[in-house]
């Protein structure tokens, strides 16, 4: 399953995978980010969590790479990931040098609390 959800106020994207993703499920969603990122301003910021991410289609990985790319195209600053486990890191940080303009900054963290604490920092910084 795939999940992506916006808060504009708050300059972010978060998209959640748990489960048994599969190419239609992925599809779904990278039709979902590119209708959310059309009233986006460029310097948004991307949280994907992946901490209930079972596995994924191999077949998936298209459509996971339409994603990066609409994320580079509406020109998201930075990309925060949650992935506990390594190994199911799903080609991520293959598609991500492909995919991703080396002005986008990629940060992963074991812990979803982690990476929100990332954020909140982040957000300190761009604020003032």
Not at 4 to 15: G, P, Q
């Given at each position: 399953?795939?999940?992506?959800?916006?808060?504009?106020?708050?300059?972010?994207?978060?998209?959640?995978?748990?489960?048994?993703?599969?190419?239609?499920?992925?599809?779904?969603a990278a039709q979902?980010?590119?209708?959310?990122?059309?009233?986006?301003?460029?310097?948004?910021?991307?949280?994907?969590?992946?901490?209930?991410?079972?596995?994924?289609?191999?077949?998936?990985?298209?459509?996971?790479?339409?994603?990066?790319?609409?994320?580079?195209?509406?020109?998201?600053?930075?990309?925060?990931?949650?992935?506990?486990?390594?190994?199911?890191?799903?080609?991520?940080?293959?598609?991500?040098?492909?995919?991703?303009?080396?002005?986008?900054?990629?940060?992963?963290?074991?812990?979803?609390?982690?990476?929100?604490?990332?954020?909140?920092?982040?957000?300190?910084?761009?604020?003032?």
């Amino acid at each position: 399953m795939y999940s992506v959800e916006a808060d504009k106020s708050k300059r972010l994207v978060v998209l959640s995978a748990a489960g048994r993703v599969t190419k239609e499920e992925a599809k779904q969603a990278a039709q979902r980010m590119r209708d959310i990122l059309k009233d986006f301003a460029p310097g948004f910021r991307m949280l994907a969590d992946f901490q209930w991410l079972q596995s994924m289609d191999t077949a998936a990985a298209r459509h996971v790479a339409e994603i990066m790319d609409a994320l580079t195209e509406k020109q998201v600053a930075s990309v925060i990931r949650v992935m506990p486990d390594p190994h199911k890191d799903i080609g991520l940080n293959i598609l991500s040098q492909f995919h991703y303009g080396p002005g986008i900054q990629i940060t992963t963290f074991e812990t979803l609390a982690d990476a929100l604490q990332s954020l909140v920092e982040e957000s300190g910084r761009t604020d003032g």
